[in-house]
Structures are given as C-alpha cells and as structure tokens.
C-alpha cells in the first residue's frame, strides 16, 4: 500500500474536506452482555435477514428510549 501527499491548497474537493472534518462527532459506545435467543429463533423462523433486524429493533429501542424521557421534559420546559 502506497500514500500520496495532497496538496490540500489545489484539491478538487477541500471544501467537503473541509466540511466533514472540522465537525463534531457526538458518539456514544456502549457494551452490554444480550441474550438474543429468542430473537435468534424468531429471525432464523421467519427467515429475515440477522443485521437489519437487529439494527430495526435496536434503533426503535433507541428511539423509544428518546421519546419517552426527552420528550416529556422537552414539553415540560426542562432544557
């Protein structure tokens, strides 16, 4: 594998560069142990895809998360 130095003063694109670079990236990690069989059984019954699944029903867990704490603070004038 081989690198080449940009000359970031000419580059065609600095300006997306430039763009997604210097934003933030609010990241939250989290590691938990998950007993999945049951999910698993269902999944290989149903014949649906492991991943889209998974990322479906984590993101709706997110969202209600979201939704039932922020929001009601959100109305209420808490922030």
Avoid at 58 to 64: E, G, M, V
Wanted: hydrophobic share 45%; glycine share 6%; net charge positive.
């Amino acid at each position: 594998m081989s690198y080449h130095y940009l000359d970031m003063e000419h580059y065609l694109r600095r300006g997306q560069f430039d763009l997604f670079h210097n934003i933030a990236h609010p990241n939250v990690g989290m590691t938990v142990n998950l007993d999945i069989t049951c999910m698993m059984n269902s999944i290989k019954k149903k014949g649906l895809p492991f991943h889209l699944t998974f990322l479906y029903a984590a993101t709706q867990t997110a969202y209600s998360l979201l939704y039932s704490t922020l929001l009601p603070m959100l109305i209420i004038g808490c922030f």
